[in-house]
C-alpha cells in the first residue's frame, strides 16, 4: 500500500500535463500512487494520462465528465489509498526531494495532521514571489495560531499534505471557484498539531486563463463569501 497519494485534475493542460507527471515520477521517495483525474478534457490530455498510467504501474486515471477541480479532487480521494494525501495542480511541479524529506518528517511524527512546504509562485515572468516557512510545528491553539499567522491568504490545498482520515467526511464544493478557501479552515480546525516545513518547493504557475488570473463578477463574489465565513 502506498504512504501517499498525488492527487492531480487535469483539464485542458496537454502542454503541462508531461512537465507535472514527470516531477512526480522524479520523487525520490518512491512509495506513492499518483491519480490522475481528466475532468472531460477535450484536448489531448486524457490520452497524456493513459501513456503514463501504461508507462508506470504507480499512476492511476479517472475519466469523467466535466464538473470542475473541486469535484475532480473528490473523485481522486475516493480511491486515494495512502494514509497521507496531497494535491499538484496539473500545470504545477514540484522539486524531486519534496516528497521524501517531508514523508519522512512525518512518518516520524504521527502526530501531525498537515505540513504545509514552500511554494514559489510564477506569473509567466523570470520573477516569482517565494513563500517560505521556518520549521515550527504548532499544537495548542491551532486554528488561533493558522489566523495569526495569516494562513488564509495561502489556504492553497497543493502546497500541503494531510493525514488522509482528514478527509473522511469534508470534501470540496460543487461549482465553486478558489474551493481551497472553503475547506482549508474545516481541515485546520480538526487538526491536532499542523508542522511549517522549510523543506521542498511547490512550483505553482500562474498562466492566460487559469482560474487566479482571469477576473468575473461571479470569482470575485464567491471569494467574498468564503472570506466572509472564514470572518
Request: with cysteine; glycine share 4%; hydrophobic share 35%.
Amino acid at each position: 500500500m502506498p504512504e501517499i497519494s498525488v492527487i492531480v485534475p487535469v483539464y485542458k493542460v496537454e502542454q503541462y500535463l508531461g512537465r507535472c507527471v514527470e516531477s512526480l515520477l522524479a520523487q525520490t521517495y518512491e512509495n506513492i500512487e499518483i491519480i490522475l483525474v481528466d475532468d472531460g478534457a477535450t484536448d489531448g490530455s486524457g490520452a497524456v494520462c493513459d501513456a503514463y498510467a501504461k508507462k508506470d504501474e504507480r499512476i492511476r486515471v479517472i475519466h469523467k465528465e466535466n464538473a470542475g477541480q473541486g469535484l475532480a479532487r473528490n473523485d481522486g480521494l475516493e480511491i486515494a489509498t495512502g494514509a497521507y494525501v496531497t494535491f499538484v495542480d496539473s500545470d504545477d511541479y514540484i522539486d524531486s526531494h519534496t516528497l521524501a524529506l517531508n514523508m519522512d518528517f512525518l512518518i516520524a511524527h504521527p502526530e501531525v495532521d498537515v505540513l504545509e512546504y514552500p511554494i514559489e509562485v510564477h506569473s509567466e515572468s523570470p520573477e516569482a514571489h517565494v513563500l517560505s516557512f521556518p520549521d515550527v510545528t504548532v499544537t495548542t491553539d491551532i486554528f488561533s495560531d493558522w489566523v495569526l499567522r495569516r494562513g488564509y491568504t495561502h489556504c492553497y490545498a497543493c502546497n500541503k499534505i494531510f493525514r488522509s482520515a482528514l478527509w473522511s467526511d469534508v470534501s470540496f464544493p460543487r461549482d465553486t471557484y478558489f474551493e481551497d478557501t472553503v475547506v482549508m479552515p474545516l481541515i485546520v480546525k480538526r487538526c491536532r498539531a499542523v508542522h511549517y516545513s522549510a523543506t521542498g518547493c511547490y512550483r505553482y504557475v500562474m498562466h492566460s486563463g487559469s482560474i487566479t488570473t482571469s477576473y468575473s463578477y461571479v470569482k470575485q463574489r464567491q471569494l467574498f463569501e468564503s472570506n466572509y465565513r472564514l470572518y
